[in-house]
């Protein structure tokens, strides 16, 4: 399933774009994901915890940069693992475009997700939920910590992303699940009490 989201990040381009090459600080943004293990030539060994709806995963397995196109600014990562009890896989494309933006930069991020075992039953809808949740997570982690870098603190004075805790996640993916349901179900109704 291919997702797509963007955010903005209240930095010039060249920052943005130089944070996003340091793996392991862009690591750190990522709610749930720690990397264990540099393999060199940009690949890298990890794990990753998120809870979907009552099943709480944990994956492991490598992710590695594909592409890096420093004129375009667009950054290709390959990362696919399997959940540690054996419920499933998971497979990710994403890319990443850095455009300029009034007051900083626009990140148009598209991930080709492929995804097996206890996640797939949720389906489309609570996945896209649990991953818009978990980018603007990593849009805010970001900000701060290139924000901190700019005040001269070090990456560990500026601290990790929360885990990826089951309960907040799945209360802020449920109430978007929630309001497109009213949308579909209640607007209809609206418009036609308009006319």
């Known amino acids: 399933m291919l997702i797509k989201s963007s955010f903005e990040v209240a930095q010039p381009v060249d920052k943005v774009w130089a944070f996003l090459g340091d793996i392991p600080q862009v690591a750190k943004c990522l709610p749930g994901a720690e990397l264990t293990e540099d393999l060199g030539d940009d690949k890298y060994n990890g794990r990753v915890a998120v809870r979907m709806g009552p099943v709480k995963l944990n994956f492991t397995g490598t ?7 420093d004129q375009a600014k667009r950054i290709v990562v390959d990362a696919a693992g399997q959940e540690e009890k054996g419920r499933g896989r998971a497979a990710m494309l994403a890319t990443a475009t850095l455009a300029p933006v009034r007051g900083g930069t626009r990140v148009d991020v598209s991930q080709d997700l492929e995804v ?11 996945i896209s939920d649990v991953t818009a949740v978990l980018m603007r997570d ?18 560990d004075q500026i601290g990790a992303a929360h885990s990826a805790s089951g309960f907040a996640i799945g209360l802020r993916a449920a109430r978007m699940a929630l309001m497109r349901v009213f949308a579909r179900f209640f607007l209809p109704y609206r418009r036609e009490a308009r006319s």
């Open 63 to 69: 992710a590695q940069i594909k592409e890096r196109d």
């Open 116 to 126: 097996s075992g206890a996640a797939a039953q949720y389906g489309r809808g609570m």
């Open 138 to 155: 990593f849009a805010t982690s970001m900000q701060a910590r290139i924000d901190a870098a700019e005040r001269g603190l070090s990456p």
